[in-house]
């Protein structure tokens, strides 16, 4: 048994018996209400989900057990000469709650190395979709085709104690996480590269190993570290996070389960927002002609967009009510790395304006840029320019926190998912105060 997957078991007996005594001897205490907009609104600000991997915090940010982004990136260890952490660092903080060591990083990475090799008819099962395919299609199919190696799958038709179905969950995230770079890279050689695929290296870590398999030079390896880190995860009401633990609760294998939660990442309201970000900014510098826009000018253009109807994107969040720390750590990455490139200076000046323009509307509760408004740039920069693939890009980063969410849900024994619906008509007579809740049944 590995380093991290031993102290993961540690975690889970430690965490049991609370889960165990809040049901037992706390399950009849209630924890808000609910209204009738929230459940005809998609059911926004219920409490009704339980996670302990992420926390959305609406002055902080995301908190990864806890830390902060910032405290995150400070506090994971890097790889020699790196900016920016392990990627396995993140999962083994997202499973235990600890922040490991350099030993306990290296295992991890070498956990990671030794299950990466794909299944040859995956790449098959890659070669067979149509040359005009979206990838985020390719990328859930090749993740489905994998069920077959589900190691819970076999595991559960044998005979398994609820106790450990845990167990070979682990094992089967850790085997999809360690492929997953392959999968994404041999889908973007095929759709953009004439089929050229770059052979992984095994002595790279899975951030170097990614940029290498993209045929990208340093800082590239960087750029991916960050990028998975912090999609990793935004608690568990989000469509792709939800999507993951809602097919999981009906012990659905991780392959199936992650499968499904790429399927939610791909709509056009989640996973693809900072491709229409980069598209609206493309579309601003082509009316420039590329010139850099006076302040005036970029004014006008957030205006005119707004007075079309349209929203501006990458801003406005439904949680957070200040800068999002995501965007802030690329943007400093921007800084660093590339303050002349043309897109990012559009950016810089969009985030010197666009807050003042929104707040003096008056219609976004959070008129400060989000995850999405930087996201797209850096890899436009670094000349991944095909919008289509930076969801994929994304899916890769949110697997990892998903699949911890799922081992612990299975570790704790979380129950099959459903929720009460009602009827438009039950919801009138309560608006009317002609129906009781006592009079509706909750199963």
């Not at 907009?37 to 002055?59: A, E, F, H, K």
């Not at 990864?64 to 396995?88: C, D, H, Q, S, W």
């Not at 991916?224 to 608690?235: G, K, L, P, Y």
């Not at 799922?406 to 009460?420: F, Q, T, V």
Request: net charge negative; proline share 6%; aromatic share 10%.
């Amino acid at each position: 048994m590995s380093k991290l997957k031993e102290k993961l078991y540690e975690k889970i007996l430690e965490w049991r018996p609370r889960t165990n005594r809040l049901v037992n001897e706390f399950g009849d205490v209630p924890v808000g209400t609910i209204t009738i907009s929230q459940l005809i609104g998609g059911m926004r600000g219920v409490r009704s989900l339980v996670t302990d991997i992420s926390y959305l915090d609406p002055l902080e940010g995301i908190r990864y057990r806890g830390y902060t982004l910032p405290e995150v990136f400070e506090k994971l260890p890097k790889p020699k000469g790196a900016e920016m952490p392990y990627v396995e660092g993140l999962f083994y903080l997202l499973l235990t709650g600890e922040i490991p060591n350099e030993s306990e990083v290296a295992d991890v990475v070498d956990e990671f190395s030794k299950r990466r090799i794909l299944p040859r008819y995956v790449y098959e099962v890659i070669d067979s979709f149509p040359c005009c395919s979206h990838p985020m299609a390719i990328f859930s199919a090749a993740i489905t085709t994998m069920q077959r190696e589900s190691f819970f799958s076999r595991k559960y038709a044998a005979g398994l104690n609820k106790l450990d179905y845990w167990d070979p969950t682990y094992e089967d995230a850790l085997n999809l996480l360690a492929k997953l770079p392959e999968v994404a890279t041999y889908i973007y050689a095929k759709l953009y590269r004439d089929g050229k695929r770059i052979q992984s290296n095994p002595s790279l870590d899975l951030g170097a190993n990614f940029a290498h398999m993209m045929g990208k030079p340093s800082p590239y390896d960087d750029v991916s570290r960050m990028n998975f880190i912090i999609h990793a995860d935004h608690e568990s009401g989000n469509v792709s996070a939800h999507t993951g633990h809602l097919v999981a609760s009906s012990l659905a294998d991780i392959y199936l389960s992650i499968s499904s939660m790429v399927n939610g990442l791909a709509g056009p309201l989640h996973g693809l927002a900072n491709q229409e970000v980069l598209r609206w900014i493309l579309a601003f510098m082509d009316k420039m002609n590329d010139e850099i826009p006076t302040e005036a000018e970029v004014k006008q253009y957030v205006w005119d967009t707004l007075h079309s109807g349209l929203v501006i994107p990458g801003y406005g969040h439904a949680v957070l009510r200040k800068t999002d720390p995501r965007y802030t750590i690329q943007r400093e990455f921007c800084l660093k790395r590339l303050p002349d490139d043309n897109v990012f200076k559009y950016v810089d000046l969009l985030y010197k304006v666009v807050p003042d323009i929104l707040i003096e509307q008056g219609k976004a509760k959070n008129p400060w840029p989000n995850l999405d408004a930087q996201t797209g740039v850096i890899q436009w920069h670094y000349g991944i320019r095909e919008f289509d693939f930076y969801t994929v890009l994304f899916g890769i980063g949110r697997s990892i926190g998903i699949t911890a969410n799922i081992i612990w849900d299975r570790a704790l024994g979380y129950s099959l998912e459903r929720p009460k619906s009602l009827t438009t008509e039950m919801l009138e007579k309560i608006a009317f105060g002609t129906l009781g809740d006592d009079e509706i049944p909750n199963e």
